[in-house]
Structures are given as C-alpha cells and as structure tokens.
C-alpha cells in the first residue's frame, strides 16, 4: 500500500505528546514504521543502531535520533527508541511530494539500519525541500508549456523520460544528445529570454519551443494537463518520475493558485512553432574570463520555422502546429 494510504488510514492518537504516534509498518514485516501525532505530522520512525549520527532539520522537516517514543497502533500501546524523520508541512501537495521521495528509500531499506545511514538516505529529501520555494509567474506558465508539450506529443512516455534529467539542468527535455527547450509568452510576440550558456551547446543539436499562449478561464490548468499525461503513461515509475518532477516544480503553491494558470489548449496547438538554433539571435561571441550568467533577449517573431522532423530523432515525438 502507498505511504500516502497509510497515512490517510491513521486515526490522530489520543494525546497530546507530539512524541506518540499512532502507525503501522511501513511495509510488510519491516522494523520501521509510518505514522502521525496529535499535531497531524507526518512521520517515520526508523529501527536505528550505531553508528549514530547528528540529526538535522529544516523549516518543513526534521530529523532526530534516540527518540523515545509511544506508538498506538492495532488498539495497543508500547514505548522504544526511534529515529524520527518528521514532516510538518501544511500543504498537502508537498506532503504528498514528501511521501513519494520516501517511497523509493523504503523499498530497499533493512530492517536494521545505522543512523548514519538513515542521515545518507534521507540528505536527498533535506536537499530538496531546502531550495522549495513558492514559483514565479514566469515558472508556472512555463511549466504549463512543458506540459503541454508531453501532453501533444505522440509519445509521451519518451518525453517524460527526456524531462528535467539530472544529466543536464540546461534544457528542459534531453535525449540521446539532442535538446529540446520550452518557451512560452502571453504577448503577441514570440521575444523570450535566454541565457548566453542555453543557445551555445558545442555537439548537441538543440530546438528551440516557441509556444504563445492565451488565457480562457475554461481553459486546461496545471492540474488538467498532469491528470491527462498520467493517464497516458504505461508504467508506475515513469508516473512517479512524472509527478516528481512536476510537484517539486510546483512547490509552496496551493490548489487556488494553480487554478489560476488556465491556457486555451486549441490556441496553444495553432501557436506552437519550432526553431532550429541555427536560426535563433544570439551571442556567439566567447565572453572574457570572468563574465558570468549573461542573460538576453531573442526576438524570434518571422524566423523560418521548423515544420518536419527526421523520422528517427527525439523531434519526431512532438505534436507540430496545426496548418
């Protein structure tokens, strides 16, 4: 079962010790368990040995070792020592963020575990969750555009394969050495912003996105677009990947803010063109030592087109405008 079903399956515990927690194993016969408090915070307690290790702790999450705690779980209550990683995040997007991270560490996890190890396992989540922020404008209309690009496409499980990967936080698809980057615009105008290392990739073939966008209040919302790509993809782990990369994008943001980012879907297919680099203004000019993040803009309004993709390259996935 899920972390996010076991959690939603808890009954609050009768006290008012944060340090009691009603919870069930976090897998089958495991010595670790998930569970929550009186304040409703998540939490899971690991069955921990030497050698020990210093805890951590950040606004949303922390992590302390040799906890004595009471756990209530089946009717019954006991006392033993834990180590507790404990999120108190309000937001349920992140929280569900939160539990999906755990969800792979879980898997592979022994039933006895060293608190240095736990420490190792978990930094991932504390590296995260250290750089969430509520987005800006800009991100979340760009990321309405990246979704609709998976979503258009006529594969999406290969674009969500090529989303975000950790070889490269250049570009926002990369596959087999050939980008894809996503621009969009509420003007009239396809003038996007660039960065000096974006637009100057040595060997890589790179194709520039160029999506305008018109806002309809029965448009399709952020939360629209991810429901019909989980739909598409075949496997659990790609879904996973997906939503990942999707709500740690997302962020400190609540539903009503996401509802407010709704785009015309036909408008957005009639208004979506593709740019070989070649063709895209840009400095070509090596900076001198020293000169760091050059930013620019790029008209790309008139500029020759692409309209055909070669049938066995990366391109070939995505959905090219209506004539």
Known sequence: ????????????????????????????????????????????????????????????????????????????????????????????????????????IILEIPNKISQKDITNLTRDIFDLFEKISKPSRETLIGLWGELFVINSSTNVDSLVQAWHPETTDKFDFHSQNQALEIKTTTSNDRIHNFSYEQLNVGNEKLVICSIMLRFNRSGKSLEDLKKEILNQLKSQDLKDQFELIYYKTLGEITDDDIEEYKFDYSYAEENIRYFDLINVPRLKEKPMAGVKKIKFQSDLTGLKSVNQFDEDSFYSNLFLEVN
């Open 1 to 104: 079962m899920p972390l996010l079903d076991k959690i939603n399956n808890l009954k609050t515990p009768d006290s008012e010790n944060p340090k009691t927690f009603s919870a069930v194993e976090i897998k089958k016969n495991s010595n670790h368990l998930i569970g929550i408090n009186c304040d409703k915070e998540i939490a899971i307690l690991f069955d921990s040995s030497a050698p020990k290790s210093k805890g951590d702790a950040l606004e949303y999450i922390q992590l302390d070792h040799n906890q004595d705690c009471i756990i209530q779980e089946n009717k019954s209550e006991k006392s033993k020592n834990f180590s507790v990683l404990k999120c108190s995040i309000d937001n349920p997007k992140l929280k569900e963020l939160f539990l999906k991270l755990l969800e792979n």
